[in-house]
């Protein structure tokens, strides 16, 4: 008889309840990121939560294959257990990506509701070549913490947003022989590619796209086109879960007393 085999997953967890939160973090980013929007899903949120760092990210395992599918596959067998309609996906950037492909039911019925925000719909040949590469270039190691951590928030995409010397920071660096490495596999870089607009045509849940009024990475017009009422966040950036994390858990909130 075969062995479950253990998740390569670290996944930080919290709350109590029949309801689910699973936060889906970006690409090079880690489940820390969602650290500022702890104290509202803790005095409102009356269910779960939980949020993995995805393979080769943060404290998982950094061992491929690092595709779209096996990312989805690998948070479906998390939450295989749970009712579907418990099991809200709240996922950032490539996070959001993932999300989707869950809710095209291709990985079970394991999701109810969809909450993405931040997703780079439009990917030029340019964007994907340039990512592809990245994906070839073996990890640096730095010679110091700060040099290492300089590098992990500009992978992250939280540059400008944490201070070096920030413990929150730290978690997306590691020790090694000889200085500190970025928590992220850059091969992980090479799952870029699938049409993402594609994936949500497929997706077959109520789902809700959002982004920050000044993300330079999302238009309003591309998210309409596939969700007429997609939410705009006003003041902020890419990064609302750290911009405005108290309006963001607002627009999921309301999104999920919606669809109740």
Not at 19 to 41: D, E, Q
């Amino acid at each position: 008889m075969t062995q479950p085999q253990p998740s390569p997953l670290y996944v930080a967890s919290g709350g109590n309840g029949g309801r689910l939160l699973v936060f889906l973090h970006g690409l090079g980013a880690n489940s820390s990121v969602w650290s500022r929007m702890l104290p509202a899903i803790d005095k409102f949120w009356e269910g779960r939560w939980i949020a993995p760092d995805f393979r080769g990210h943060g404290r998982s395992q950094f061992i491929g294959p690092y595709g779209f599918g096996s990312h989805a596959a690998d948070i479906a067998a998390l939450i295989a257990d749970e009712p579907p309609a418990t099991v809200c996906v709240v996922g950032h950037s490539f996070g959001g990506a993932i999300g989707a492909l869950l809710g095209t039911g291709w990985f079970g019925p394991h999701v109810g509701r969809l909450f993405a925000f931040g997703v780079k719909l439009s990917w030029t040949a340019n964007d994907i070549a340039k990512s592809h590469e990245m994906a070839g270039k073996p990890a640096r190691t730095f010679a110091t913490r700060d040099e290492a951590v300089d590098r992990y928030l500009k992978v992250s995409g939280l540059y400008g947003l944490i201070d070096v010397r920030d413990a929150e920071a730290g978690n997306g660096v590691f020790e090694v022989s000889g200085g500190y490495q970025v928590r992220f596999d850059p091969r992980a870089y090479g799952a870029v590619g699938p049409a993402i607009p594609e994936i949500f045509s497929l997706v077959k849940i109520p789902f809700r796209l959002a982004a920050g009024a000044l993300d330079p990475m999302v238009s309003a017009a591309d998210m309409r086109a596939i969700d007429k009422n997609a939410v705009v966040l006003r003041e902020s950036g890419h990064n609302v879960h750290y911009e405005q994390p108290g309006m963001l858990w607002e627009a999921i909130a309301g999104e999920l007393k919606a669809t109740s």
